[in-house]
Each structure stands twice: as structure tokens, then as C-alpha cells.
């Protein structure tokens, strides 16, 4: 019985759960089902189960798979580290984007974002547990790029995305989403009213700290291979 079916009435039923322990709305997260290296077949299932916000990390294969279900009203999220070079696919083809991490990406994005379109929506991917190899800004700079963004016409900054270093510890998995929590609750900007925290190892600890959406794969497709 471990199919996506199963998985996914066993995931919103955590996501509830952890709402009510958190004594927040129901419905106050939103699953954004991460459906890299996932077939377009595989993302029809979950579609036909509800679900219609999609994070994808590969360019090309998104694109690919965007193709393949553009008679499917989903709302792309684009979650992975960002090229130059790939700016304008993203701007084109994207509802949202949650991984920009300096200005220049969120310029071109800006640029190439078509006026015709809404604007795109954007988060800044923050690096609170403050490792090297991971991408982000440092919090310190978080107060610069909002102002900066904000400014960008055909962008929407809607708030930050974090992936914390992994930890087993409850306790542990709270602290960076708590921190970055108070960081934008600071700087008393009502439109930046999201926070991409959280994935299938930290759900419970992302939605207690705030999470607005948390971005889940293998604990709604499997194991990817
Ligand atoms: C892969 C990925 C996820 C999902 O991770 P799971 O552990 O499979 O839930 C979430 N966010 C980002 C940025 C990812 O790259």
C-alpha cells in the first residue's frame, strides 16, 4: 500500500496535524510536491489526487515535463540553484521561484520576466545554519536584498526559503526556521507573507516555526533513484 495515493492522504494528514499542534489555521501550509527526477506520468497521479503546485530543480527537465502536461493547470515552482544563462527559461516558464540568492539573478529575472505576464514570484533563499558549501544569502544581507527586490517591477518578493543543515533533533531542526522567521517578522513587511521552510525529513519542526509551504518529495513519490 505504499502508493503516491496513500502517501499523499498520509502527508496532508501530517501537514494537519502539525497545523493544529502549532495552533495555526488548517490549510495555513501548502504542499509544494517536489517532483524532480519524478516522469510527468508520475506527476499526472498526483495531480489527479489534488495536488497542483509542482517544484522542479533541473531546468531542462522541467521544461520538458511542462511540455508534456501543458493541458494541466499546475503552478511551477522553481526550487534550484539558478545560472545566469537559465534566467530567461525560468522568467518565461515559472510561477515561482524560491532559490534566488543575489540581486543580479533577481535583475535579469526582472528583465526577462514578460510584462504580460504576472509578476513572477520570488523568495530569497537564505543560508541560516551559516555552512559554506550550502547557497543562500547570509542573513545579514537579507535587509539590503529586500529593499533591492522590492524594487524589481515585474517581481513579486514574497519572503525566504531556507534548507537548514539536516538534523534529527526536534529541538535542532526549530532553531534556523525560528531565527529567519524573526528576521523577516522584523522588518514589519506585510507582503512578504511566505516562508519556504521545510522538507519530508523537518516537517513537523518547519510548520511549528511558520512554514507557509513546505517542499515534499520522498515522502510523497518514494525514494528517488
Ligand atoms: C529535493 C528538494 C526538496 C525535497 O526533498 P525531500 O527530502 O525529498 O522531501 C525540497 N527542497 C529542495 C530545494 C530540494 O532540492
Known amino acids: ?65 511542462q511540455r508534456q502536461l501543458s493541458a494541466f493547470a499546475i503552478c511551477w515552482h522553481f526550487i534550484g540553484p539558478i545560472q545566469s544563462n537559465k534566467t530567461k527559461l525560468i522568467a518565461r516558464h515559472f510561477h515561482w521561484v524560491h532559490s534566488v540568492d543575489r540581486l543580479k539573478i533577481a535583475q535579469r529575472l526582472n528583465e526577462q520576466r514578460s510584462a504580460q505576464l504576472p509578476p513572477l514570484n520570488i523568495c530569497l533563499q537564505v543560508n541560516v545554519s551559516n555552512e559554506d558549501s550550502k547557497s543562500g544569502i547570509a542573513l545579514a544581507q537579507l535587509h539590503e536584498l529586500v529593499n533591492d527586490i522590492r524594487q524589481l517591477k515585474n517581481l513579486r518578493l514574497r519572503g525566504v526559503m531556507a534548507i537548514p543543515a539536516p538534523q534529527a533533533d526536534y529541538a535542532l531542526q526549530c532553531q534556523p526556521y525560528r531565527i529567519l522567521y524573526q528576521a523577516v517578522q522584523a522588518l514589519k513587511l506585510p507582503e512578504l507573507d511566505t516562508f519556504s521552510f521545510g522538507m519530508s525529513g523537518d516537517l513537523h519542526a518547519a510548520i511549528a516555526e511558520g512554514a507557509t509551504i513546505v517542499r515534499v518529495g520522498t515522502a510523497l513519490f518514494g525514494q528517488r533513484s
Not at 517536489?34 to 506520468?41: R, Y
Open 1 to 65: 500500500m505504499n502508493s503516491i495515493k496513500q502517501r499523499f492522504a498520509d502527508l496532508n494528514a501530517q501537514i494537519t496535524h502539525a497545523e493544529y499542534n502549532a495552533h495555526r489555521p488548517l490549510h495555513s501550509v501548502q504542499l509544494l510536491a517536489v517532483s524532480k527526477t519524478q516522469s510527468a506520468s508520475t506527476i499526472a497521479q498526483a495531480y489527479y489526487l489534488g495536488q497542483r503546485h509542482f517544484g522542479e530543480n533541473y531546468l531542462q527537465e522541467a521544461l520538458s515535463k
